[in-house]
């Protein structure tokens, strides 16, 4: 299993900006997929972007234009850059990592992390 340490939440007023990171610990021989998503009060669990291994990304349709998801390998790290941050993108934001440990048998897991608060408001 992983630690995944995510940080950059916090609260910002509409049209801001916040950085999101969240860094890959413990038993892992690869990534796969490292991903950012979100859930607001009384709503389910969305997908916000994911960068693949093999380097594409994929964002919600809310997020597109507003908000960019990076990697970097060397460091088991993805961030998530938000600019024009809007009311409705208040959330508690988390990291999602799909991985192969490091065990002999390479086990494929997928791990997330606890989540960070944004919050959009003036």
């Known amino acids: 299993q992983v630690h995944l340490v995510e940080s950059g939440g916090g609260l910002v007023q509409p049209g801001g900006s916040l950085r999101l990171s969240c860094a890959a610990s413990?038993?892992?021989?690869?990534?796969?997929?490292m991903g950012w998503y979100r859930q607001a009060p009384g709503k389910q669990r969305e997908l916000v972007a994911i960068?693949?291994?093999?380097?594409?990304?994929n964002y919600a349709d809310s997020v597109k234009g507003r908000f960019t998801i990076s990697r970097d390998n060397s460091k088991n790290t993805v961030y998530l850059r938000m600019n024009g941050l809007k009311p409705e993108d208040t959330a508690v934001y988390y990291c999602?990592?799909?991985?192969?440990?490091?065990?002999?048998?390479?086990?494929?897991?997928?791990?997330w992390g606890k989540g960070t608060l944004v919050t959009v408001s003036s």
């Open positions: 999602k990592v799909s991985y192969y440990d490091a065990s002999p048998f390479r086990v494929h897991r997928e791990d």
């Open positions: 960068f693949t291994r093999t380097g594409s990304t």
């Open positions: 413990g038993s892992i021989f690869s990534i796969n997929d």
